[in-house]
């Protein structure tokens, strides 16, 4: 099906800011449901934000407030804001995309310094 790419991770300062992306090989109209999970080393992966393709989001309170999910059908795009970042969202992202099944990306890491 579809295959994810993500980019966009790095190295940054407890309180800073870093935009995630993650770029579809095909279209993503059809795609009801995207969003991205994240990993953190000896953790299981954990439910970061959703993204409906009519723009209807989800997130956990771990990351309301501070996280911002957006999609862009025609351009095959999603993005992930992540404001006033802590050390504790220091893990892999991995966005993904839902019909029938998950697909992911190879993820890209984030650390965040305290």
């Known amino acids: 099906q579809v295959q994810l790419v993500e980019s966009g991770g790095g190295l940054v300062q407890t309180g800073g800011s870093l935009r995630l992306s993650c770029a579809a090989s095909?279209?993503?109209?059809?795609?009801?449901?995207m969003g991205w999970f994240r990993q953190a080393l000896g953790k299981q992966r954990e439910f970061v934000a959703s993204i409906t393709s009519g723009g209807t989001t989800n997130y956990p309170e771990s990351v309301k407030g501070r996280f911002t999910i957006s999609r862009d059908n025609a351009k095959n795009m999603m993005w992930l804001q992540m404001n006033s970042l802590k050390p504790e969202d220091t893990a892999v992202y991995y966005c993904?995309?839902?019909?029938?099944?998950?697909?992911w990306g190879q993820g890209t890491q984030v650390t965040v310094s305290s």
């Open positions: 993904y995309a839902l019909n029938d099944r998950y697909s």
């Open positions: 095909g279209s993503i109209f059809s795609i009801n449901y």
